[in-house]
């Protein structure tokens, strides 16, 4: 479905003009959804706010990925380098040595205007890995849906590098893609959010020794305004 993008400007409040707003739109460009972007932090409340919460109905954990604690690491600020190149690729090494086989990620545009070609190149780019649409545990750990995804190998991770100048917490809101998810099975292992600069991983404390060699700062749990339930749940199928 697609949606008009100057009804969506309506009744929203933004960072900066009334042109500069997100938009994440699927890769198989079947939706579009409007997020981030607005300067009324009530929305990351309420997007957030089932993190913690109980469920209001009965959830099972998903048996595909084993890890007993969260950490999470930030980004120096919108304008500087946060991670350095041999940061970066090995935070991409240690997904993939953890079990991470796939990754999905957004690309924030404006219909009609130079950041959708943008949009549109970087998914060709990046269309030899693709692995179709599989059902994946969603950003924030808000439940699970099929999500279009790509292989996580060799290639790819060069091509991830060359897409961020090498910083996985790079941000460039219309000009970068955003929101790299890296899944082990079907649930979410590291979680970078750009615009937020915040990335979340779950770890085991075998893996967190290994990841605590890559020498970048980090704390427990979540950060301020983006982050991950402990373990991922899965909703019972409605019959």
């Given at each position: 479905?697609?949606?008009?993008?100057?009804?969506?400007?309506?009744?929203?409040?933004?960072?900066?003009?009334?042109?500069?707003?997100?938009?994440?739109?699927?890769?198989?460009?079947?939706?579009?959804?409007?997020?981030?972007?607005?300067?009324?932090r009530s929305y990351r409340k309420s997007r957030f706010s089932g993190l913690g919460s109980p469920r209001s109905v009965a959830a099972?954990?998903?048996?595909?990925?084993?890890?007993?604690?969260?950490?999470?690491?930030?980004?120096?600020?919108?304008?500087?380098?946060?991670?350095?190149?041999?940061?970066?690729?090995?935070?991409?090494?240690?997904?993939?040595?953890?079990?991470?086989?796939?990754?999905?990620?957004?690309?924030?545009?404006?219909?009609?205007?130079?950041?959708?070609?943008?949009?549109?190149?970087?998914?060709?780019?990046?269309?030899?890995?693709?692995?179709?649409?599989?059902?994946?545990?969603?950003?924030?750990?808000?439940?699970?849906?099929?999500?279009?995804?790509?292989?996580?190998?060799?290639?790819?991770?060069?091509?991830?590098?060359?897409?961020?100048?090498?910083?996985?917490?790079?941000?460039?809101?219309?000009?970068?893609?955003?929101?790299?998810?890296?899944?082990?099975?079907?649930?979410?292992?590291?979680?970078?959010?750009?615009?937020?600069?915040?990335?979340?991983?779950?770890?085991?404390?075998?893996?967190?020794?290994?990841?605590?060699?890559?020498?970048?700062?980090?704390?427990?749990?979540?950060?301020?305004?983006?982050?991950?339930?402990?373990?991922?749940?899965?909703?019972?199928?409605?019959?």
């Open positions: 479905m697609r949606l008009d993008c100057e009804a969506q400007l309506r009744n929203q409040e933004f960072l900066t003009s009334p042109r500069l707003f997100d938009v994440w739109r699927t890769p198989d460009k079947s939706a579009l959804r409007n997020v981030a972007g607005t300067a009324n099972t954990l998903s048996p595909s990925y084993n890890s007993s604690m969260l950490i999470n690491f930030v980004g120096a600020g919108m304008n500087s380098r946060s991670l350095t190149p041999d940061q970066s690729r090995g935070i991409l090494n240690f997904c993939r040595s953890a079990g991470a086989t796939l990754f999905t990620v957004n690309f924030v545009f404006v219909k009609g205007e130079e950041s959708e070609r943008l949009m549109r190149e970087f998914y060709e780019r990046f269309s030899p890995f693709s692995s179709g649409e599989k059902d994946l545990e969603n950003i924030c750990g808000d439940g699970f849906s099929p999500q279009s995804c790509w292989a996580l190998d060799d290639r790819s991770i060069e091509a991830i590098l060359n897409e961020t100048d090498r910083d996985l917490l790079a941000y460039d809101v219309l000009h970068l893609p955003e929101d790299w998810l890296f899944y082990a099975g079907d649930m979410i292992l590291l979680q970078i959010v750009t615009h937020e600069q915040e990335a979340t991983l779950r770890v085991s404390e075998v893996q967190y020794a290994e990841f605590k060699k890559l020498g970048i700062p980090h704390a427990p749990g979540c950060p301020r305004w983006s982050g991950l339930p402990e373990q991922p749940t899965r909703l019972p199928r409605q019959r």
